[in-house]
């Protein structure tokens, strides 16, 4: 029977990383807890050159030199992403126009003119999304027509400086060759989905008023030591509509405030983790009906269907996540079954709604007891088993690069892969199970089955070793990056893709140029 799913995965991390032991003496904060208690090393950092157009392009390439693809083969190539760098253009335009750049030479100018592009955004589930509906489309034109589609996954998780969150950054890109009879691994149409519309996570247009933004700059002035009369301000603002500057950038749209995007985030963490829990167990709920339904697992056979799963891969906005996540799933399975009294004897029962009340603060004092309850799952014996055998590997990854968002689940099946290689594990015709998420909120449930040539894929990867030969950088280049005001790449581009220009003015503003630099 004929298959389609993941060819092949290629990853490109930037060269810079901060260690996390540096990041703690920085910002005074517990390495203990960082590194023993979320599992973070080391987190990437994007150069001066490197965004999220160029570190998608870079994983493409390689993936196409190393299956030796012809552009003109490739039908479809979807980026999930929620780090667009345009409001209107796709991102995966400018991929396509530096991969038309680099292989024009050999294949011709119009190499990739029929290749189908576009952004998918649901913040960290975009490229779940994006492998979803190019399994579809692969699918559709059957075997005979061996389409080929790219799903490529590229971001730069990046949070206010000092923020609660800066902790969990990260950047990268990657790429998965989508085609006919995979030879790493085949996912069957059957996808667990659990959807809700919440504000765990966003990116929200920031309004600045333009008194403000003349405030500042009077602020500035004088602190350089400049002469500033009283009631400066004011005096600007009611000449602005007859100053020329009136037809100049901000000031153009005649408004009194301008909406300003900026990359970090609005989050409250501990209702992300409670709304990805949440999501993760109902798109699981649904998976399992929808195997039952037609015929993939039976309840009357007493399988405990994640069980069935050899490894569990998991979307990780920190390492350890999947750890702290899956009890959920875990007990959920497991709540009818002998082994479950077993744990219950050790930790109690779970918290019932009914002994808290009906109220805001009620339902609050629940999900903390829900919480404490699921801490209390992972550190059983059972579930520590649970975790080593079938998740620990994915998180390897993740401890040393960071947050990737939209790509961190790819990250962590090519953590798994390349771990168990290392190893020397039978994985061929074992069973997976991929559990994706999105803030706002979405989880994706969905199995893929492991093929007979996965070994002579991922031994190409050489993933930790690339790792390895990484720079560390320090607080000051650091900062500067993150503020984005560092003179110059840290590291000069080599044998890579590379920013090169932002227009700033005309009908080009903001238009972004980019060159293969040998």
Same mark, same amino acid.
């Given at each position: 029977?004929?298959?389609?799913?993941?060819?092949?995965?290629?990853?490109?991390?930037?060269?810079?990383?901060?260690?996390?032991? @540096?990041? *703690? +003496?920085?910002?005074?904060?517990?390495? #203990?807890?960082?590194?023993? !208690?979320? /599992?973070?090393? $080391?987190?990437? &950092?994007?150069?001066?050159?490197?965004?999220?157009?160029?570190?998608?392009?870079?994983?493409?390439?390689?993936?196409?030199?190393?299956?030796?693809?012809?552009?003109?083969?490739?039908?479809?190539?979807?980026?999930?992403?929620?780090?667009?760098?345009?409001?209107?253009?796709?991102?995966?335009?400018?991929?396509?126009?530096?991969?038309?750049?680099?292989?024009?030479?050999?294949?011709?100018?119009?190499?990739?003119?029929?290749?189908?592009?576009?952004?998918?955004?649901?913040?960290?589930?975009?490229?779940?999304?994006?492998?979803?509906?190019?399994?579809?489309?692969?699918?559709?034109?059957?075997?005979?027509?061996?389409?080929?589609?790219?799903?490529?996954?590229? @971001?730069? *998780? +990046?949070?206010?400086?000092?923020?609660? #969150?800066?902790?969990?950054? !990260?950047? /990268?890109?990657? $790429?998965?060759? &989508?085609?006919?009879?995979?030879?790493?691994?085949?996912?069957?149409?059957?996808?667990?989905?659990?959807?809700?519309?919440?504000?765990?996570?966003?990116?929200?247009?920031?309004?600045?008023?333009?008194?403000?933004?003349?405030?500042?700059?009077?602020?500035?002035?004088?602190?350089?030591?400049?002469?500033?009369?009283?009631?400066?301000?004011?005096?600007?603002?009611?000449?602005?509509?007859?100053?020329?500057?009136?037809?100049?950038?901000?000031?153009?749209?005649?408004?009194?405030?301008?909406?300003?995007?900026?990359?970090?985030?609005?989050?409250?963490?501990?209702?992300?983790?409670?709304?990805?829990?949440?999501?993760?167990?109902?798109?699981?709920?649904?998976?399992?009906?929808?195997?039952?339904?037609?015929?993939?697992?039976?309840?009357?056979?007493?399988?405990?269907?994640?069980?069935?799963?050899?490894?569990?891969?998991?979307?990780?906005?920190?390492?350890?996540?999947?750890?702290?996540?899956?009890?959920?799933?875990?007990?959920?399975?497991?709540?009818?079954?002998?082994?479950?009294?077993?744990?219950?004897?050790?930790?109690?029962?779970?918290?019932?709604?009914?002994?808290?009340?009906?109220?805001?603060?009620?339902?609050?004092?629940?999900?903390?007891?829900?919480?404490?309850?699921?801490?209390?799952?992972?550190?059983?014996?059972?579930?520590?088993?649970?975790?080593?055998?079938?998740?620990?590997?994915?998180?390897?990854?993740?401890?040393?690069?960071?947050?990737?968002?939209?790509?961190?689940?790819?990250?962590?099946?090519?953590?798994?892969?390349?771990?168990?290689?290392?190893?020397?594990?039978?994985?061929?015709?074992?069973?997976?199970?991929?559990?994706?998420?999105?803030?706002?909120?979405?989880?994706?449930?969905?199995?893929?089955?492991?093929?007979?040539?996965?070994?002579?894929?991922?031994?190409?990867?050489?993933?930790?070793?690339?790792?390895?030969?990484?720079?560390?950088?320090?607080?000051?280049?650091?900062?500067?990056?993150?503020?984005?005001?560092?003179?110059?790449?840290?590291?000069?581009?080599?044998?890579?893709?590379?920013?090169?220009?932002?227009?700033?003015?005309?009908?080009?503003?903001?238009?972004?140029?980019?060159?293969?630099?040998?």
């Amino acid at each position: 029977m004929s298959e389609v799913g993941i060819d092949d995965i290629a990853i490109h991390f930037p060269k810079l990383y901060l260690d996390m032991k @540096d990041f *703690a +003496k920085m910002r005074d904060a517990d390495y #203990g807890k960082l590194n023993k !208690g979320l /599992g973070l090393s $080391a987190m990437a &950092i994007p150069d001066v050159h490197e965004d999220t157009a160029t570190m998608g392009a870079n994983a493409t390439t390689r993936l196409i030199d190393r299956n030796g693809i012809k552009p003109t083969q490739i039908g479809r190539m979807y980026l999930g992403t929620e780090s667009a760098l345009d409001g209107a253009k796709p991102t995966a335009t400018y991929i396509l126009d530096m991969l038309t750049q680099r292989y024009s030479s050999r294949f011709g100018e119009d190499c990739f003119r029929n290749c189908d592009v576009v952004d998918m955004t649901f913040a960290c589930i975009g490229a779940v999304d994006a492998l979803h509906n190019t399994l579809d489309w692969v699918a559709r034109g059957g075997e005979s027509e061996d389409r080929i589609g790219i799903v490529v996954f590229s @971001d730069n *998780a +990046k949070y206010d400086l000092e923020s609660a #969150g800066e902790y969990t950054q !990260g950047a /990268g890109g990657g $790429a998965l060759l &989508i085609r006919y009879n995979p030879r790493l691994l085949s996912i069957p149409d059957r996808w667990g989905v659990s959807t809700s519309p919440v504000h765990d996570f966003f990116k929200p247009r920031r309004e600045v008023s333009i008194k403000s933004v003349i405030s500042h700059v009077v602020q500035l002035a004088r602190e350089t030591g400049a002469s500033i009369k009283e009631g400066m301000v004011e005096r600007m603002i009611r000449h602005l509509p007859e100053s020329t500057v009136r037809r100049l950038g901000i000031f153009s749209h005649g408004t009194e405030s301008v909406h300003v995007h900026r990359d970090e985030p609005i989050f409250d963490g501990q209702f992300s983790n409670q709304c990805y829990q949440a999501a993760v167990e109902e798109a699981f709920r649904d998976f399992r009906a929808k195997a039952e339904a037609d015929g993939r697992w039976n309840p009357e056979d007493d399988i405990i269907l994640t069980e069935d799963w050899a490894r569990i891969i998991m979307h990780l906005p920190y390492a350890f996540q999947a750890k702290r996540m899956f009890p959920a799933v875990f007990a959920y399975e497991r709540r009818d079954s002998p082994s479950w009294a077993e744990v219950e004897s050790e930790i109690g029962q779970r918290p019932s709604i009914d002994d808290f009340d009906d109220t805001p603060d009620g339902q609050g004092e629940f999900q903390k007891a829900l919480d404490a309850y699921r801490r209390r799952i992972s550190k059983t014996a059972a579930y520590r088993e649970f975790h080593a055998e079938r998740i620990e590997k994915g998180q390897r990854a993740s401890s040393l690069i960071g947050n990737q968002y939209t790509g961190s689940i790819f990250l962590a099946l090519m953590s798994t892969f390349e771990s168990d290689y290392e190893s020397d594990s039978p994985l061929e015709g074992n069973r997976f199970g991929l559990c994706g998420y999105g803030s706002g909120a979405k989880a994706k449930v969905f199995e893929g089955i492991v093929h007979d040539r996965w070994r002579e894929i991922v031994a190409s990867w050489n993933l930790f070793e690339r790792m390895a030969g990484r720079m560390a950088i320090d607080q000051i280049t650091y900062e500067q990056l993150h503020k984005g005001i560092h003179d110059g790449s840290v590291l000069k581009p080599r044998g890579e893709f590379a920013l090169v220009d932002v227009g700033e003015d005309g009908v080009l503003e903001g238009a972004r140029t980019y060159a293969w630099v040998d």
